[in-house]
T-cell receptor, first 111, second 114 residues
Framework: KQEVTQIPAALSVPEGENLVLNCSFTDSAIYNLQWFRQDPGKGLTSLLLIQSSQREQTSGRLNASLDKSSGRSTLYIAASQPGDSATYLCAVRGTGNQFYFGTGTSLTVIP | SAVISQKPSRDICQRGTSLTIQCQVDSQVTMMFWYRQQPGQSLTLIATANQGSEATYESGFVIDKFPISRPNLTFSTLTVSNMSPEDSSIYLC???????????FGQGTRLTVV
């Protein structure tokens, strides 16, 4: 069964810093990997989708990479802002179409 | 993309009662899912809502407790029945078109059972 792990579980950084969130998965047979943002008590907002054949995707200050063979993905956030404070979840879609979610990284950006 | 409207956004319910959560999508989608997120936990899939047929439930979830309807390709409901405090969670509706496509989520329903 696919297992998705995110490290660190929590991260606190001063405003303006660049940071990296990590996601690892155990089964490389995936369709894609998606990064989400979740604000407290709210739903998920899709940030980036990386297909299994891609190495990275960029959107604004966000850059996500995927190394399928090693079962790893990173989310890079440049020039962090207090508004980036949220929980970040990665999810992999297996070839059976089911999503497997990580446990999330809770990010706090201190003004 | 898909815009999902989920209602209610939050509710506080008495033990033993039931709550029905609605999920409306702005376009027809093949696949709709219901997830539960217990406090401090990640998301767990409850079931896949199938249009015109019975939902497909994941291990640990049963139809009597979580009946689901999907009358068409843009709408689904999840009912949480005979609630207990352990049902206090965020319930999320999700849609996608399978395979390599992107998944989208509703705003979630924050349920507290007292």
């Amino acid at each position: 069964k696919q297992e998705v792990t995110q490290i660190p579980a929590a991260l606190s950084v001063p405003e303006g810093e660049n940071l990296v969130l990590n996601c690892s998965f155990t089964d490389s047979a995936i369709y894609n990997l998606q990064w989400f943002r979740q604000d407290p008590g709210k739903g998920l907002t899709s940030l980036l989708l990386i297909q299994s054949s891609q190495r990275e995707q960029t959107s604004g200050r966000l850059n996500a990479s995927l190394d399928k063979s090693s079962g790893r993905s990173t989310l890079y956030i440049a020039a962090s802002q207090p508004g980036d404070s949220a929980t970040y979840l990665c999810a992999v879609r297996g070839t059976g179409n089911q999503f497997y979610f990580g446990t999330g990284t809770s990010l706090t950006v201190i003004p | 993309s898909a815009v999902i409207s989920q209602k209610p956004s939050r509710d506080i319910c008495q033990r033993g009662t039931s709550l029905t959560i609605q999920c409306q999508v702005d376009s027809q989608v093949t696949m709709m899912f219901w997830y539960r997120q217990q406090p401090g936990q990640s998301l767990t899939l409850i079931a896949t809502a199938n249009q015109g047929s019975e939902a497909t439930y994941e291990s640990g979830f049963v139809i009597d407790k979580f009946p689901i309807s999907r009358p068409n390709l843009t709408f689904s409901t999840l009912t949480v029945s005979n609630m207990s405090p352990e049902d206090s969670s965020i319930y999320l509706c999700s849609v996608d078109r399978g395979g390599v496509t992107e998944a989208f989520f509703g705003q979630g329903t924050r349920l507290t059972v007292v």
